[in-house]
């Protein structure tokens, strides 16, 4: 069975950092690309960054200061998260990108404040 679960999440502070992680199993991860969401409150999910063999950052807000990455031998995706500000806050969903095909995990909360 297809899974996602995502990790890391937490309060920070504005200008701190956060090391998401997503966990991918039941599936030939890969030969898939993978990606990052995220859905603030009262907002729609939105793709902000995915990886196939190279990263790919389509929020230009993050550009800068979120690098994705993934370990294919481990079947893990991660969002490494730097001087984080006051719009990133959200939950944060892996799933394929830039078209998402699978279940979605239950996400990780991000939550940036003084």
């Known amino acids: 069975q297809e899974q996602l679960v995502e990790s890391g999440g937490g309060l920070v502070q504005p200008g701190g950092s956060l090391r998401l992680s997503c966990a991918a199993s039941?599936?030939?991860?890969?030969?898939?690309?993978w990606g990052w969401y995220r859905q603030g409150l009262g907002k729609q999910r939105e793709l902000i960054a995915y990886?196939?063999?190279?990263?790919?950052y389509v929020d230009s807000f993050v550009k800068g200061r979120f690098v994705i990455s993934r370990d294919n031998a481990k079947n893990m995706v991660y969002l490494e998260m730097s001087d984080l500000k006051p719009e990133d806050p959200g939950v944060y969903y892996c799933?394929?990108?830039?078209?998402?095909?699978?279940?979605w995990g239950q996400g990780t909360q991000v939550t940036v404040s003084s």
């Open positions: 039941g599936m030939i991860f890969s030969r898939r690309t």
């Open positions: 990886v196939g063999n190279i990263p790919i």
């Open positions: 799933n394929t990108a830039p078209e998402w095909w699978l279940q």
